[in-house]
């Protein structure tokens, strides 16, 4: 079995949010060092990387790490809402694509690829992700797509349903599949491997929350609902879901966006199997943070971005 490496930070992949002229594209922040509640912009506040492919916007970039750890890939939405509003047509006609890069070292990204991943029924696909599936070898990338049913009354049946595809080398994919469909909207998806379970984590749209549930595998037809209202005790609303482990205890951290209100809030749990979460009493978290991911990093990486990048503003740009 690979020796576990030994993390010293966290990169925050991100995008900025539609109210900018250049928000919508990638975006770094850096932790301070191993504390997930304290982080630094990279780059100036600048994105590292844009498109200029498909609709000229990237939201929601999602890295994840190759099983040797050798290889990065990054998958994003295509959706450009910046100086149009036009939410509609982004629901209902928009993308099927995704964009996807590919690195080695966190710098140097190849791309982006545009590839067109969902179906052709489908009105957009949004906030893509990764999920390296051990008992297939393979990556599950796993999108929400607004979706009708093909029946007569086409408005009361279309609703975001949660679509996959499998891959190995995010070149080949196979044809997508419904993934989630729970007769209402759910987005934004996420999930993380533990303990021998999945803890898979949704924004349920008609309720503006998000919900927690626990499967044994990506393909387990009975997840169990842990929690159907994650954020409420500590925000308004909730969207943007991002899971992830402490790099030096056993803590998972929980990010949401209070979309529209405070923006991203961490919360912490000791315990996946509780549902159960708790706000810090201190956390520093940029304000332009919109939706993404978080990977941990080690010594080397975090090195390397710092001195590429170069470091922003501590808790904003």
């Not at 997508?176 to 379970?197: L, N, R």
């Not at 929980?254 to 201190?282: A, C, H, K, N, V």
Request: glycine content about 10%; overall charge negative; proline content about 5%.
């Amino acid at each position: 079995m690979q020796q576990k490496p030994k993390y010293a930070g966290y990169l925050f992949a991100h995008f900025k949010g539609e109210e900018y002229e250049d928000g919508e594209q990638v975006y770094f922040a850096l932790s301070q060092g191993n504390d997930p509640l304290n982080w630094q912009t990279l780059h100036g506040g600048k994105p590292v990387l844009v498109s200029d492919l498909g609709e000229k916007g990237i939201r929601d970039p999602y890295i994840v790490r190759s099983p040797d750890g050798g290889r990065f890939y990054m998958v994003a939405t295509d959706l450009r809402i910046y100086g149009n509003g036009d939410w509609e047509r982004a629901v209902t006609s928009g993308s099927r694509s995704i964009m996807v890069w590919e690195s080695q070292n966190l710098i140097d990204w190849s791309g982006p690829d545009m590839v067109e991943i969902a179906p052709s029924g489908a009105g957009c696909a949004w906030a893509p992700e990764v999920f390296y599936d051990e008992e297939t070898q393979d990556y599950k990338v796993f999108w929400a797509s607004m979706m009708n049913t093909g029946l007569q009354d086409e408005d009361s049946s279309r609703y975001h349903r949660m679509m996959y595809v499998s891959t190995k080398d995010f070149r080949t994919f196979s044809e997508p599949e419904v993934y989630m469909d729970y007769g209402y909207s759910v987005i934004d998806t996420t999930m993380i491997q533990e303990k021998g379970g999945i803890y898979r984590f949704s924004k349920a749209e008609h309720v503006k929350h998000v919900i927690q549930e626990k499967g044994m595998s990506f393909h387990d037809s009975n997840f169990k609902m842990l929690n159907d209202h994650v954020e409420t005790p500590f925000m308004a609303r909730g969207e943007g879901p991002i899971i992830f482990k402490s790099n030096t205890e056993e803590k998972w951290i929980l990010f949401i966006d209070e979309y529209g209100l405070r923006g991203y809030i961490p919360l912490e749990t000791d315990d996946l199997d509780s549902g159960s979460w708790r706000l810090p009493e201190q956390y520093s978290l940029p304000g332009t943070l919109r939706h993404g991911s978080v990977i941990p990093v080690t010594t080397e990486e975090y090195d390397r971005l710092l001195e590429y990048y170069g470091g922003g503003e501590e808790n904003g740009i």
